[in-house]
T-cell receptor, first 115, second 109 residues
Framework: GAVVSQHPSWVICKSGTSVKIECRSL??????MFWYRQFPKQSLMLMAT?????????EQGVEKDKFLINHASLTLSTLTVTSAHPEDSSFYIC???????????FGQGTRLTVV | EDQVTQSPEALRLQEGESSSLNCSYT??????LFWYRQDPGKGPEFLFT???AGEEKEKERLKATLTKKESFLHITAPKPEDSATYLC??????????FGQGTELSVKP
């Protein structure tokens, strides 16, 4: 299957700082990428849809000013958690949709801990 | 409201004891249904995509089937390494995936 690389795998940051998470499709182009958040023992909740060259579409209840998404190229989307607080601590996962067929592949996730 | 429900929430099996996981859905504009496996601390690993009722796909000990209202993931003679959380997701227009809450499978030797 296609490969989606997410970096970093884990990050610890101080409250009030910003953290950037990268999501890359390594062997295919993705016009659309998605960002999910997952709490322990819970399923994935879609945060936003990232479209190459245009603004991201955020799900209801997700603060667009706190979770900045940029999809600068067909292989890279970034999620920046701004002014992070402990309640932002979570597992963040990106996925990319292949253009050729209807399959969605996921990155390995980023464990964010805000202290 | 679009909804995906998986059952059971947790399933404990003995090695070799076959069983099925269920994913029922009520979604408008379904374009496909995905099954994933997720190990602790990792992102979901793609297993199958099903597109239409009656479709079946197999991979090793796993077989996925789809009807108009639900999908089943059959696990034949499971092994301890099959222990994981299995997620199903329905694919809507625009590529959005709506996930069920997952079934945590534990296979004991």
């Amino acid at each position: 299957g296609a490969v989606v690389s997410q970096h970093p795998s884990w990050v610890i940051c101080k409250s009030g700082t910003s953290v950037k998470i990268e999501c890359r499709s390594l062997d295919f182009q993705a016009t659309t990428m998605f960002w999910y958040r997952q709490f322990p023992k819970q399923s994935l909740m879609l945060m936003a849809t990232s479209n190459e060259g245009s603004k991201a579409t955020y799900e209801q209840g997700v603060e667009k000013d706190k979770f900045l998404i940029n999809h600068a190229s067909l292989t890279l989307s970034t999620l920046t958690v701004t002014s992070a607080h402990p309640e932002d601590s979570s597992f963040y996962i990106c996925s990319a949709l292949t253009m050729v067929n209807t399959e969605a592949f996921f990155g390995q996730g980023t464990r964010l801990t805000v202290v | 409201e679009d909804q995906v429900t998986q059952s059971p929430e947790a399933l404990r099996l003995q090695e070799g004891e076959s069983s099925s996981l269920n994913c029922s859905y009520t979604v408008s504009g379904l374009r496909g249904l995905f099954w994933y496996r997720q190990d602790p601390g990792k992102g979901p690993e793609f297993l199958f995509t099903l597109y239409s009722a009656g479709e079946e796909k197999e991979k090793e000990r796993l077989k996925a089937t789809l009807t108009k209202k639900e999908s089943f993931l059959h696990i034949t003679a499971p092994k301890p390494e099959d222990s994981a959380t299995y997620l199903c997701a329905v694919w809507q227009e625009g590529g959005k995936l709506i996930f069920g809450q997952g079934t945590e499978l534990s296979v004991k030797p």
